[in-house]
């Protein structure tokens, strides 16, 4: 079979089910495994946001979406060229991948007709239902259930962990300019991982909120994952934030409880390393209790 992925996170996937073999193409930002930077990159993005505040990069994302306009370029002719079987995209936000229209008429337009799946995940549950609905389009069904089995082990390892420690008050920031907290899978990874997510809830969208909710909320940690941000960028942003009024009196800054964290790789992408993003929360969260080995993702700022 040979497999289109028009997802970071459907590579991760296809990756981790032994499936990269048969990846003949994926997107300019699938850069995890390392072998996924030599695989064929059939789209671009109209929006380089190296150098951008997070305002200038929310301005033109919504002029986009307001006129219609795609972030994404589809390369036609190198899809065809890919001879796709299968190509894996999702609907749920059209900030972070190929129009899921565009998609379907590319597919339509192609020899063969190949089959399209998209991903719905918006809970934790639903991210580990993607991965058997990736193993079972693939033929890779048994391998899909065995990983899945091994995820939710580990997540079983921090419940166990944290279970009967104090849960700190929790916001995670998806976006600084204008202020964003976390939804989808986020507040989920928050709960395993021992916190109350103050503002975000499991299986909604993330969304916009005002300076003065966040200081209502009171927040012991502060977590900043701007959504597509690699850590060096995110710990970027804490100057700015640091400027807002009162932002000092925040239990999470008192107390020292400020965090950045690698958004891109651990908790935007609904594959795999969602739960390494959950162990990097037990860490941050429960350094007492949670001993086992987490990825560098993670800085503490205040």
């Known amino acids: 079979m040979r497999i289109v992925s028009l997802l970071p996170s459907a590579t991760e996937i296809c990756f981790a089910l032994g499936l990269g073999p048969s990846l ?165 990874q928050v709960d395993v991982a021992g916190g109350i997510d103050a503002l975000g809830t499991a299986g909604q969208r993330s969304r916009e909120v005002s300076w003065d909710e966040i200081r209502a909320a009171s927040p012991e940690v502060l977590l900043l994952m701007p959504c597509g941000f690699r850590l060096e960028e995110s710990c970027d942003q804490a100057t700015k934030l640091s400027q807002l009024p009162d932002f000092a009196t925040l239990p999470a800054v008192a107390q020292g409880h400020v965090y950045a964290v690698d958004g891109s790789w651990y908790f935007n992408r609904p594959g795999p390393r969602v739960i390494d993003g959950i162990e990097i929360l037990a860490k941050i969260f429960h350094p007492e209790s949670w001993k086992g080995p987490v990825p560098q993702g993670y800085r503490k700022l205040a």
Not at 96 to 114: D, F, I, N, S, T
Not at 138 to 150: H, I, K, N, P
């Open 24 to 188: 003949a193409g994926v997107t300019h930002e699938c850069d995890f495994p390392p072998q996924a930077e030599y695989k064929p990159k059939l789209t671009r993005s109209e929006l380089e946001h190296a150098g951008k505040a997070p305002g200038d990069i929310d301005r033109h994302v919504r002029e986009a979406v307001h006129q219609g306009s795609s972030l994404y370029r589809l390369d036609q002719e190198g899809l065809r060229r890919a001879r796709p079987d299968l190509i894996v995209t999702q609907e749920l936000c059209p900030v972070c991948a190929v129009a899921y229209p565009q998609v379907l008429e590319a597919a339509r337009l192609l020899p063969g007709k190949p089959a399209v799946l998209s991903l719905e995940p918006n809970t934790l549950s639903d991210v580990m239902r993607t991965i058997a609905d990736v193993g079972q389009a693939t033929g890779a069904r048994e391998r899909a259930q065995e990983l899945v089995r091994s995820l939710w082990a580990r997540v079983d390892a921090v419940r166990g962990a944290v279970a009967g420690r104090d849960r700190p008050r929790v916001v995670c920031l998806e976006w600084t300019d204008p202020l964003m907290i976390a939804g989808h899978w986020v507040p989920d």
